[in-house]
C-alpha cells in the first residue's frame, strides 16, 4: 500500500508552473551563530535559459508504462527507498479512499510517468532543520538530487505550484518513489538554503528567514560596471579559500551580488592540481560529498545571475599548485595545437556538468601574442586587456574571418589584499574620472569574515557586514556614481 502511494504521489508531480517567489518573513533580531538566511527576490534571469544537460545525465527513457502498473525497482535505489512491504492490490486496482491531506506535490501534463533508469551515484542523509528526512540526498554525478514527492510533504509544502520541466535549471527524473529535481531547483522552489556538513556527512535544508541587506532600486539609466570573483576552483578545502563554511559564503554572496546588479563573472579553474598534496580533482568525474557541494556552489551562483568563465584549465603548472602558479605566457611554450588542446580539456569539464562557459581568461593575465591569437580565434570573450589594444582600457572587439572576439580589461586590477579598500577606490575613482571602463575583480575569501549565517531552529539568515566588507563599500560608491553591475554581453 505504501509503494502504491508513493507511485500515485509521483503521478501528481508533473504539470507546468513557475516557481513561487514569497518566502518567510525576516526572523528578527536572533543571536548571530555560523550560518545563513534569506527573503523575497527577484526572479532569478537563469531560469529562463535553462543549463544545457549533463550528456551522461539525460535519462534512457523506457516506453511508457500505464500509471498503475507496478514498476520494477532499480538496483541502484537506495536501501531506505526500497518499500518495506510488498503491495497487496493488483496493480491496476484504485485506492479505495482519496488521501485525507492536499496532494503534496504538483502533478504533470503527462498522463503518467516513465521510470528513469538514471543511476544515482551518492547517498548522503538529509535533515530538515535538525530533523532527518525520510529519504536521502542523492547525486547523479556530482549534482545532488532530492525527492521533492517526500521533500515537500515533510516540510508542509502542499500549495506549490506545478512543475514544469520549463521552470527547472536541470532535468528531473521520475522514480517508482517519487520525483526527483535538482537540490538547486528544489531550493528556489521551496525557499531552501541547503548547507553540507562535513563532520556528518549530511546536507541540512533551512527555510530563508531574511536578509540583512536591501537590494537597490532599479535605475533605467544605469551605466554598466563590471565585476571577476577570481580562482574559483573545487581544492578540497586545502588552501582554507573554499571550504564548506567558505562555500555557503560564496553562496551567500552571490545572494548579495544578485540584489545589487544582473550579473557577475565567475573565473572558474576547472581542473584543480595539487603535486605536494597529490591531488588532482576533476569535478565532472571524480565523486565525492566535497564535489558535490562545489557543484552545487556554481549551480547556485548561475541561477543567481553567474556568468562561467574558463580561468586556464589548471592555472599551474609542474609542481605549481593550482590558483597560485603560472600556465601561460612566456615561461610556457606551446604549439597552436596543444593551445587547441587545453582548451578543449577545460571546455570538456564544463560541458560535462552542463555548463557553457561565457568566457576565458589567462592565469594571471600572462600571454604572450601567439596564445592571444590562438585564444581569440578560439572563444567569443577574454576577460583581460587585449595584448593588441593601442588604447587600453576599455571593451575592445577583434574580428578573424567570420569570428569575432571581446576583450574585457580591468583598468581598475584588483583588491590586492584586506586592508587594501581605499587603493582599490582610487582606482576605479580613476576610471570614474577619464571614462575607463568600471571594471575589476575579487577574491571572495577576502569579505568572508564579514558574512555569517544564522541558524535559528528550521529557520536561517544571510548577514553581511556593509560596513566591514569590501564589497559592499565599492558596490554603494558605485551606485552612487550611477553605475550597475551588468554583463558585457
Known sequence: MKKLLCMLLALLLLAGCAYPRSRPADAGNEPMLPGISMDERPAHPGRKSPEPTH?????????????????????????????????????????????????PVPTTE????????????????????????????????????????????????????????????????????????????????????????????????????????????????????????????????????????????????AEYLHGHGTAVYLAWIPLYVNPGARVTND????????????????????????????????????NEISADGTEFGSAHSYTDAQLL??????????????????????????????????????????????????VPGNIERRDSGSHSCLWVPTPADYVYHADDFNGILERLTMCYETGKLMSFFFHPILDAPAQSIVIEGEDLRLQYDEQAGILPRLLKQLDAWGYRLAAFS
Open 110 to 253: 503527462a498522463p503518467g510517468p516513465s521510470y528513469s533508469d538514471v543511476s544515482f551515484t551518492q547517498h548522503y542523509t538529509l535533515y530538515f532543520g535538525q530533523s532527518k528526512l525520510d529519504t536521502e540526498l542523492v547525486c547523479v554525478g556530482n549534482r545532488p538530487y532530492v525527492n521533492a514527492s517526500i521533500v515537500e510533504p515533510a516540510l508542509s509544502l502542499f500549495n506549490l505550484p506545478a512543475v514544469s520541466e520549463n521552470n527547472l535549471r536541470w532535468p528531473m527524473y521520475t522514480k517508482p518513489d517519487g520525483l526527483y529535481l535538482s537540490l538547486i531547483d528544489e531550493a528556489l522552489r521551496c525557499g531552501l538554503f541547503p548547507v553540507f556538513f562535513d563532520a556528518e556527512k549530511s546536507v541540512h535544508l533551512y527555510r530563508l528567514s531574511g536578509r540583512t541587506w536591501e537590494a537597490f532600486p532599479a535605475k533605467s539609466n544605469a551605466v554598466p560596471a563590471y565585476l571577476r570573483l577570481e580562482d574559483l576552483t573545487a581544492d578540497n578545502g586545502l588552501s582554507g579559500r573554499f571550504t564548506h563554511e567558505n562555500l555557503s559564503k560564496l553562496r551567500l554572496l
Open 283 to 318: 569535478i565532472s568525474k571524480d565523486w565525492s560529498y566535497y564535489n558535490t557541494d562545489f557543484v552545487f556552489t556554481l549551480d547556485w551562483m548561475l541561477a543567481l545571475g553567474g556568468q562561467l568563465g574558463l580561468h586556464g584549465l589548471t592555472h599551474q603548472s609542474g
Open 341 to 390: 588542446e587545453r582548451f578543449a580539456a577545460a571546455e570538456a569539464i564544463a560541458g560535462a556538468l552542463g555548463y557553457t562557459p561565457k568566457f576565458f581568461e589567462f592565469p594571471h593575465e600572462a600571454v604572450t601574442a601567439q596564445q592571444a591569437e590562438v585564444a581569440e580565434r578560439h572563444f567569443s570573450a577574454i576577460y583581460q586587456q587585449c595584448p593588441f589594444s593601442r
Open 55 to 103: 550528456p551522461t545525465e539525460a535519462p534512457t527513457e523506457p516506453p511508457t508504462e500505464a500509471p498503475t502498473e507496478a514498476p520494477t525497482e532499480p538496483t541502484t535505489e537506495p536501501p531506505t527507498e526500497a518499500p518495506t512491504e510488498p503491495p497487496t492490490e493488483a496493480p491496476t486496482e484504485a485506492p479505495t479512499e482519496a488521501p485525507t491531506e492536499p496532494a
